[in-house]
């Protein structure tokens, strides 16, 4: 009996440690516990940027230390980074090169790796005129930002974000410095954190901007629709600095993410927004809750002084009410000649669409 609870609290550790537990040989070597903080505080810079490509320098093999049998192959690897934001650190070049570890086969489980094409928040210690992952099990935020401009999604990699990873990314939250608060943020609204609203909402009185702007960036894709308004307002009063305009940006994309139909009279009123990337993203959102109380909205819309917010709205359109070919055509034909697609929609709301879905 005892030896079976030795066993349970041998894989209850193993379980939620904020990085897993990786073997070296056959038999699992537990790896050190390291805090959010730790992890913040070890980088030598945070940064966010785009992989732009990966190249190997060298193999190795991997063997057990008892008997020296083959456990893997390990590609040694490195990404070149082009960096969109600096989080901490002091890095000015554009781009940087980042080596890793890539194992096959055997008992090893995979380490992070970086793939072409990805966007990422990474936490790297310098090692020369390259940089590594901070903590080998632990560093890597991974993202999907499109060429066009869609949704960005973080999401905890390395280890599956458990309870105890959120309880330290909500911990960091009481940090009075910036640069541990905003990735923080950033992972929470990774793993779609629900439990963190309530204390992100505390955040929403600070004097820095920065960490404003990224709370209700952060809320807005976590699913918290009530800080809609707030949100909109930061747009509106912060002054336009380039600092600021990431975080107005943000919140923008943000509006784009919204899936929640309790959101949509509020995006209604929206779509006559001053700021056109505003009106653009609403329209998005509002293509992909598909309630049909916004056709009228969306046929409003199609007036709009800008092309992009038109087919947005226009998309919307054709997505509620099943229409393709002439209805919806693809971006580039929109461009070449709008007039058509418009002038189609626009017949059939005053032949059928006013009779069926109303005024306003």
Known sequence: MKCKKEVIKYFLVIFFATVTTFPENSMATPVPYISF?????????????EILQVYKIGESEERARDDGRLLGKISTKVALVRIDRILKGNETRETVEVEFEEVFAGVILPRMILKKGEYVLLFLKG?????????KYYGKFRAKIPVSRKELQIGAEGSNPSTLVQQELLNSLRDVRSNIVLPSLIGLEGIKSKAAIMYIENLLDSNDLAVKGQALSTLINIGSINH??????????????????????????????????????????LLKHQNTLVRC?????LRRIKSQSSIPYLVDGLDDINLE??????????????????????YKIFLEDESKPISLWKAWWQNEGKAEFGFK
């Open 281 to 285: 993203e609403v329209a998005r959102s």
């Open 228 to 269: 809609i308004v707030e949100a909109i307002n930061y747009i509106d009063e912060q002054p336009a600095t380039k600092a600021q305009d990431v975080y107005k940006t943000k919140i923008i994309y943000a509006l784009g993410n919204i899936r929640d139909a309790n959101a949509v009279p509020l995006l209604h009123t």
């Open 37 to 49: 903080q730790d992890l913040v505080s070890k980088s030598d810079i945070i940064c966010k940027g």
């Open 309 to 330: 917010v038109k087919y947005q709205c226009m998309m919307g359109l054709a997505k509620m009410l099943g229409k393709g070919g002439d209805w919806a055509p693809a």
């Open 127 to 135: 090692e020369g005129e390259r940089y590594s992952f901070t903590f």
